[in-house]
């Protein structure tokens, strides 16, 4: 059975950082890419970044050069780094393994397969 459980959320000030973890286990965690979506209330779920089996990274817009993603395959264990936070990131956050090893573009719900339940970020102004 696939458990994927995100920790890290919290309130932060505009301007401050968070670190959100995800773990995920019941699947070989290298053999997928991983990715962090977020739901805005009264907002469609929109994809954030992603991160290949190998490593290599994919951001929206609306993130890059703020939000950094990285894994630990030895841990089973993803993070995103949010630095700069804007009230407009306040959102649950989701981790999710996607279907295959790559990342896929754009981010679609349904190239994700497994999901967490999700961690509350607020940002404040």
């Known amino acids: 059975q696939v458990q994927v459980v995100e920790s890290g959320g919290g309130l932060v000030q505009a301007g401050g950082s968070l670190r959100l973890s995800c773990t995920a286990s019941?699947?070989?965690?290298?053999?997928?890419?991983m990715g962090w979506f977020r739901q805005a209330p009264g907002k469609e779920r929109e994809g954030v970044t992603c991160i290949n089996w190998g490593g290599n990274g994919y951001y929206a817009d609306s993130v890059k050069g703020r939000f950094g993603i990285s894994r630990d395959n030895a841990k089973n264990t993803l993070y995103l780094q949010m630095n700069n936070l804007k009230p407009e990131d306040t959102a649950i956050y989701y981790c999710?393994?996607?279907?295959?090893?790559?990342?896929?573009?754009?981010?679609?719900?349904?190239?994700?397969?497994?999901w967490g339940q999700g961690t509350q970020v607020t940002v404040s102004s």
């Open positions: 999710a393994a996607a279907t295959g090893p790559g990342c896929p573009r754009p981010l679609r719900r349904s190239n994700f397969g497994y």
């Open positions: 019941g699947l070989t965690f290298d053999d997928y890419a």
